[in-house]
């Protein structure tokens, strides 16, 4: 059964399309679509003309109000989600500040280029890309500070 001939399944789609307004269009579009792909799958077993089998098929979807509210909800809990902040980036930050004699240095600079890595590979559910750069550059300052403080003890050594 072709899904578009249908004027049921015409209905549906339309009623979806107005329930789903507050959508973004191509969400809305891939939405209308995926019930679409739906109904026709489960429109191939019901024999033509037979509009119990297409208002069963209709009802296993839901109203069509009901699939746009939940694939609403679904597109606001994604759009405003925020990502959580990475743990690795502050303590980075925080070793970085606190150096301890270098120890700290060293520690912000694993910590720091591990955060990148893992807020790079989290898809942006984990957030923080400042804090590490910023432990990183404050790590490589702490080194530095170690090094020349170590070059000028060697160099002029305490009387």
Known sequence: M???TDPLVDEYLRRLEVAAAGLPADRRLELVSEIRGHLREALRQVPEGDQAGV?????????????????????EDSSTAVGQLSGLAVASLLMAVLWFAGIGAVLALGFGYRARREIRDSSGRKTGTGL???GI???WIGIVIVV????LIAVHPAR
Do not use: K
Request: no cysteine; aromatic share 0%; glycine share 8%.
């Open 137 to 139: 550059i404050l790590g």
């Open 148 to 151: 020349v403080g170590a070059i």
């Open 132 to 134: 590490a750069t910023a």
């Open 55 to 75: 208002r069963n098929a209709l009802e296993r979807l839901g109203a069509p109000e009901e699939v746009a509210a939940a694939a609403l909800d679904a597109s």
């Open 2 to 4: 072709n899904v578009h």
